[in-house]
């Protein structure tokens, strides 16, 4: 075994097991410690994994010397074929496509493309590449007829393609080698690509009469501005990012129609691409979503024909087509303390009733049969409180956007459902009674915000408070997007960094914003289609287009139906496919209206268990340190409050607790104890 190297020939021999691979020959890529086994490929391409005992050094050649190109064979100018029948082999691709690179490297330039059902002609010899992967070299004849060109668009002088690209999940690309009954006739051939015909001789030079410079009015009429440009965003939507460059963090989202200003000049990325600036008002009016110790600054790309997706903005537009109020000047004219609000007042708004939109608390109950925990905050990892049993019931005030309900008075936190890729949505508990209204239906799988729209005209009022009663903070326009943090059964939304609340929807029932679903998809889309034109280098690549009409039919007859899940799985693929927004966006407000008509079987309300099942074990209280004096005496006296279930008590008790001292976790405890019940 001392002779066995790594880049090595060697041929198999003394093999039992399978004496048919007896006497072939291959390049030894590896030894395995663990398995005292040699991984050799076979000139067939295949892999074995084979004792040292069966094999046997055929030379010294090394991995540089495989690498070293084999003289071209001769080549008659005009034949179909290379001579020489053992020094190339034909194969036929099975594969809807199969690249042809300028090196044998998988990121290397693509000088052609092969297409399903082609036959192409190689050289007898294998090239292999740095993982050890063996590549085809096209002959000379073939590089001309499938018209090989390299990056500046001359003929290409090597084409190299894989015949098994199963370490990149592609699988077998190309059959054969094919038997000599296979191969073409010359007559079936495809003819080589005609050299171009001489440019024709320049034309004579004429005199060019210059026009006269327009008259001043209409130079007056196309101006676009100089301190700073406006642009209509042309797609359905677009990313704003924190730096000029693809994969840099999104902070915000434009939509098909809006208005955006920017500074004039371009910003190239590093690739040549053209991107805009945004301006300072501009930033502060879309509510950019900075990390901390990053610049405040934005961009959005201007052309997104490299990646597949066209023009993005139009403009610079002319002075005629800028906004008459930009940024929204509603926000400029919030009412004063003791001052009259507008005259269009907001679409919450109703001064004659000083109710909520709905109820402010929702009662759920327990349909979990090993009950649910009661957390200090909203993740699995947290210090639980208590249990609350199957059947019994609970009162919750607000609720993350990936299920975790907050019980009222701040007194911990329950799972009330959650999604996973596995399970799909499953339910702990249920609400008793009718299903709350909630801003979004959706229930996502990983925590944190998300993004949503006003799709009231002209705007929606920020307040301090989620109710109609509370001070005005500021307003959004129509159409801009915005971030909250979680949402309350009665339809009010909490905004990111404390900056208020906002109502969803309206006293009347119409609809103020909506949440689009599956953003996160299309980001992640536009950068499959990025890397992969990347790769392709300007080559035609489909990247699902073929699928539109099958996924477009599929989005319809799920809008015939009624479930739930199947629309959500419909849009999902829309999304992905980048189907026109419009029709995404109303499947989206179908599926609000499905939710909360359709009822899960299951979730009717959980019966007792069995006399012979054994009893729940009681609550068990964490163990920690008794509150005494003050403190304790105003947490008996919520204790007494949250067993009555009235409201108004149990939060004059949670006030008087805090005044006493108690800690919020004894709140929490306390209340989380003694609340609920059959």
């Not at 050289?123 to 292999?128: A, D, I, N, P, Q």
């Not at 477009?552 to 007859?557: T, V, Y």
């Amino acid at each position: 075994m001392a002779d066995l190297a790594v880049g090595r020939s060697a041929t198999i021999c003394d093999l039992k097991g399978s004496p048919e691979l007896n006497g072939q020959s291959g390049l030894l890529l590896m030894f395995d410690e663990s398995k005292k086994r040699w991984l050799i490929q076979l000139d067939d391409g295949s892999k074995k994994m084979l004792r040292g005992a069966n094999l046997q050094a055929a030379s010294t050649m090394n991995m540089a010397e495989a690498m070293r190109e084999a003289p071209v064979p001769s080549f008659q100018e005009g034949s179909g074929l290379s001579p020489g029948l053992d020094q190339f082999q034909w194969f036929e691709v099975i594969k809807n496509m199969v690249f042809v690179k300028q090196d044998p490297f998988k990121d290397a330039y693509t000088v052609a493309i092969a297409r399903m059902g082609q036959k192409i002609e190689v050289y007898s010899r294998r090239v292999f590449d740095t993982e050890g992967h063996w590549w085809a070299e096209l002959t000379i004849g073939q590089m001309r007829r499938s018209d090989c060109k390299d990056a500046e668009g001359d003929p290409a002088r090597h084409g190299y393609t894989l015949i098994d690209a199963t370490h990149l999940g592609l699988g077998q690309l190309m059959r054969g080698p094919l038997p000599q009954s296979e191969w073409p006739a010359i007559e079936e051939l495809p003819p080589p690509p005609k050299p171009e015909p001489p440019p024709p001789p320049p034309a004579p030079v004429k005199p060019v009469v210059q026009p006269a410079p327009p008259p001043p009015a209409a130079a007056e009429e196309e101006d676009t501005g100089d301190e700073f440009h406006w642009f209509e965003v042309a797609t359905s939507m677009i990313f704003v990012k924190c730096a000029p460059h693809k994969d840099s963090k999104t902070v915000a989202i434009a939509q098909q129609g809006d208005l955006v200003q920017v500074l004039p000049e371009i910003v190239p990325d590093e690739e040549g691409n053209p991107w805009v600036e945004l301006t300072g008002p501009q930033i502060q009016h879309m509510s950019c979503d900075f990390e901390e110790g990053l610049d405040k600054v934005a961009y959005l790309l201007l052309d997104g024909s490299h990646l597949g997706l066209g023009r993005m903005l139009n403009g610079p537009l002319p002075r005629s087509r800028w906004p008459s109020q930009p940024f929204g000047q509603a926000e400029a004219e919030e009412p004063q303390a003791g001052e009259a609000e507008p005259a269009a007042a907001p679409p919450e708004e109703d001064p004659a009733a000083g109710v909520p939109m709905s109820v402010e608390v929702q009662t759920l109950e327990v349909v979990c049969k090993e009950g649910v925990v009661v957390r200090y905050e909203a993740t699995d990892d947290s210090e639980d409180l208590a249990r609350i049993e199957f059947g019994e019931r609970i009162d919750v005030e607000e609720e993350t956007f990936d299920g975790w309900a907050r019980i009222v008075c701040d007194a911990g936190w329950i799972r009330r459902c959650a999604r996973t890729k596995k399970d799909g949505l499953v339910q702990h508990l249920r609400p008793v009674g009718t299903l709350p209204h909630l801003a979004l239906m959706e229930v996502q799988e990983r925590p944190g915000r998300r993004p949503f729209e006003v799709v009231h005209q002209p705007y929606v009022y920020v307040r301090s408070e989620p109710s109609s009663a509370g001070q005005v903070k500021g307003s959004m326009s129509f159409r801009k997007i915005f971030w909250a943090v979680s949402q309350r059964y009665d339809g009010w939304l909490r905004l990111q960094d404390n900056a208020g609340w906002a109502p969803s929807v309206s006293r009347s029932g119409d609809k103020l914003v909506h949440a689009p679903l599956f953003l996160e998809l299309v980001e992640w889309c536009d950068r499959t289609r990025s890397a992969g034109s990347h790769w392709a280098h300007g080559n035609p690549v489909s990247f699902g287009e073929d699928m539109a009409p099958r996924i477009r039919e599929k989005l319809q007859q799920a809008r015939a139906g009624d479930d739930p899940e199947e629309l959500l799985d419909a849009i999902k693929r829309a999304r992905a496919l980048n189907l026109p927004a419009e029709d995404i966006k109303s499947a989206e407000y179908q599926l609000e209206e499905l939710r909360r008509l359709w009822r899960d079987p299951a979730a009717k309300r959980p019966v007792a268990p069995p006399p012979a099942a054994k009893a729940p074990a009681p609550r068990k209280r964490t163990e920690a340190a008794e509150p005494t004096g003050p403190a304790a005496a105003a947490l008996a006296d919520l204790a007494s409050a949250a067993a009555s279930g009235d409201a108004a008590s149990i939060r004059s008790a949670t006030a008087a607790a805090k005044a006493a001292g108690a800690s919020k976790k004894d709140i929490a405890r306390v209340f989380a104890l003694h609340s609920g019940g059959g």
